[in-house]
C-alpha cells in the first residue's frame, strides 16, 4: 500500500484485524486497575459510572499505541493528511465505537459481568455529548470514522465547547424549554486535555506600518488549549485525532481586584476569554452573539492552523511553508472556518514573511470549501465594520484579496455587473461563501441534485467563471455506528446472509442480499429483525419518555432539526387529516391501519414559528393519544431531545421514514440514508439525497410524491398562493380548521393563528401545495404494509442497494476528486 492516491480505490477488508490484544481477564484486570488508581474505587464501591470511567481509559489505553504511530507516520511520511475544519462535531456516546474499533467488544462484556455488572447498563452511563445541531455535525463525526477506517492521516479541528446544544424538555402546554447542556459536570474520560500544545490566538487592536511592514497590536488574546480524542479506525489499526479547542484566559485572575474586594472583576479576564468556548451556536437562531461567534469561528481557525504547522515543521523556525499544502489539505466544512483563508494569508505574510503572491498560491491549494445549503440566510455574511473590529488585519486582507478577485475577473472577460454580484466584499458585507469558493481549490455540495443547484443558482456566477472548481461528493454515514452498533440483529442477519462480516467495511457487499430478496425464508428472518426492534424501542420508549407504544403498529418516523423547509408541519397537517377522517368514521374497519408516529426536532431557540409547531405537534399528539375514539388506530409522539442515542434505538425499529422537504431546500440529508440501510422504507420528496436513494434502490422501493424542482421554481414565478389549495381539498381544508379552531388548544382560537395565518398566506416551502399528492400516497403505503412479505422484501432491498450511502465511499470520493492524497502506508 503506497500513499500515492489518485485513481485509486481504497478497500481495506484485506487487512486482517489485530489480533485480540486481551484475554477478558486482563481486560477486567485492567478496569479494576483504573477503579484503583484513577477512580479510587474498590469494585465492590464502583458504581455503574464508575466502571464506565475506568473502562473507557482502559480502552483508551489500548488505543495508545496505535494512536502515537499513525501520528508518527502522518508526520513523516509522504501521505498528505486532511485536516478536517469544522465548528461541530456530533459524536455520539464513545465508549462502545471505541471497543468496536479496537477489537475489544466481547472482553469488555465478559469483563464487566465479571465484575457484577450489564455491559448495557456500563455503556448507557456515558453522557452524550452534543457539540453539533444536526446533520452537519454528524456528518463531521462520520467522515472522520470513515477516514480512520481507510487508514487515511486526519486530524479533525473544532471547539470543545462547554456547552453543547440545548437539553430539550416540553413544558405542560407543549412548549419547547431549552436547558443548558451541562456534559462536563462529570468525568468524561475520552478527552485529553494537552496544556503543553497550546496556541495564543489575538483579537481587537490596530494594523500599523514598521519598516513598512503591516504589523498587527492585538488588543487582547485568549490561550487555545487542545483537547484530543482519540478517532479509532474500525480494524484499520490507525488511530486519528480530534482536537477540540478550549480557551482559557492568560489572566486567570486579578489579584489586585481580588484585594480591594472586587470579586467578579477579579474573574473577568477569566471569564471573558473561556466565553468562547462556552456553548455551541444553534442554527439559525436570530442575530445575538454574532461578535461571539465570529471570535469562536476565528478562535479554532486561527489554533488549527498554528497547530498543523507545528505537527509538520516540528521545532522549525523558518519551516519551508510552500510545502505545507503537500502536508495537508483542509476541509472547510460549511462557511463557519472560512476565516481560515486570511488567517492562512495572515500567518504566511506577518510570521513568515512570504510575499503575497506565495502566500495566496499556497493558501488556495490549502483549502478547499463544502456547502451543505440552498438557503441563502444561510450563508454567513459577516459586517465588515465586526471583521474590522475584531480582526483589522484580516480585513485588510479580504480587501486585498478582493481587489485581486475583481481584477481576474476583469481580465477573464466578466461582465462588470457579474463583478457587482460577485463581490466578496462590498458594503459593510463580507460573504464568507463566496471567499470561500475563491479562496480555495474546489467547492462541493453534498448531493448530486444541491451540487447541480450550486452550480445553476446559489453560486452560478462563480461556476461560470471557475468551472473546474466545482464538483459534488454525496454524504454518506457510517455503518460501523449506524447498523453495526444501532441494529446488532440487522448486523447478525447481514452477516449470515452475506456469509462474512466485510460489508462492515466494503458496504457495496450488501448488493450480494439482493437475491435474498426473493428468498421467503431470508425475508421473514429479515421482518422478524425488525419486529425485535420495534419491541426494543417500546420498552426504551417507556424507560426513556414514559409512554406506552403499541408494536402492532406501523412505525412511522420523521427525526431531524426544525426547520420550516424540512416541512414537519407538512406532516402534522396529515396527521390531523387522518385524524380527522378517523373521527368522522370515514375510514372503514378495514381500511384502518395503525399507526404510531414519532417526531423527534430541536427547534433553535430564537425560531419562532419552528417552536410554535413543536408545541401543535405536542398538542395534537395529547389530543389524539387520550381520544377513546382512536385508540389502537393511531398515536403521536414528539419524542424530547432527540440526539444519537435516540437516532441509534428508533432508526431501527422505524418502518416508514419521512423525508418530505421542499424539492431543492435540503441539500442532502444523512437520516434518509441511515434509515434505508435500516429497512425502512421512505416516503419523499424529489430532494437531496432522496434522488439518489431512490435511483439506487429503485423506484418501486420508495414512496415518491411531490413537485420537483422545476415545478416549484414555476409556482414561485407564476405567483404562488396557498390558499387556493387550502380551497382545493377538502382534507387539508379539514385539517387547517382544527388548528385554527381551537380542537388542539383547549378551545383558544389565538393560540396556533401565527402558524395558520403563515399558511394560508404565505407558506414560502409550499407545504400546502404538496399536501394533496401527500396524502394520496397513504393510500399505497397502507396498501403494501398489509402486505408483510412484500413490504418487508421492498425494505430488505432498500438494505441491500443503500452500500452506496457508506461515508467511506463520500471519504473515497473526497480523496479522489479533493484532497488527492490516500491511506498511510502500512
Ligand atoms: C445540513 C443540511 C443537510 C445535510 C447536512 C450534511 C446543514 O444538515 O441541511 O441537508 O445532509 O448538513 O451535509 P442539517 O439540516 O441536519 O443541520
Known sequence: KTGNYPGRKVRMTEITAPKSPVTAEQFADEIREQLKYTQNVTPEQATAADVYVAASKAVRNHLADAWFKTQADTVNGDTKAVGYLSAEFLMGKQLENALLNAGLTEQFDAAVEALGFQPKDIVDAEYEPGLGNGGLGRLAACFIDSLASLGVPAFGYGIQYKYGIFKQTFDENGKQVETPDYWLTNEEPWGHIDYNRDQKVSFGGEVVEENGKKVWKPAWSVRAVPVDYLVPGYKSQRVNTLRLWTAKSYDEFDLLAFNKSEYLDAVKPQVKAENISKILYPEDSTKVGKELRLEQQYFFVSASLHDAIRVFYPGEAKPDLTTFPNKI??????THPVIGIPELMRILIDEYDYDWDTAWGI????????CHTLLPEALEVWPASLIGELLPRHLEIIKKINEQFEDELKDKGVADETIERMRIYTGDAVRMAYLATYGGSHVNGVAELHSQLLKDVTLKDFSDAYPDKFTNVTNGVTPRRFIKLANPGLSDLITEGLGTDKWLSDLDLLQGLVPLAKDDEFV?????VKQANKHSFVAFAKQHYGIDVDENTLFNTMVKRLHEYKRQSLKILLVISQYAALKKGEVSAEEILPRTVFFGAKAAPGYYLAKLTIELINNVSKVINNDPDVKGKLAVHMLPNYNIEMAQNLIPATELDEQISQAGKEASGTGNMKFALNGALTVGTLDGA??????????????????????????????YDPAKYYEADPRLKQAIELVANGTFSNGDRNAYAPLVADWLTKDWFMALADFSSYADIQAQIEKLYRDPLEWNRKALLNVANSGYFSSDRSMEDYLERIWHTGPLAD
Open 363 to 370: 493558501t488556495q491549494k490549502t483549502f478547499n470549501y463544502t
Open 690 to 719: 432522496n434522488v439518489e436513494i431512490r435511483e439506487k434502490v429503485g423506484a418501486e422501493n420508495f414512496f415518491l410524491f411531490g413537485m420537483t424542482v422545476d415545478e416549484v421554481e414555476k409556482l414561485y414565478a407564476d405567483g
Open 329 to 334: 489539505t483542509f476541509q472547510l466544512n460549511d
Open 524 to 528: 421473514k428472518k429479515f421482518a422478524a
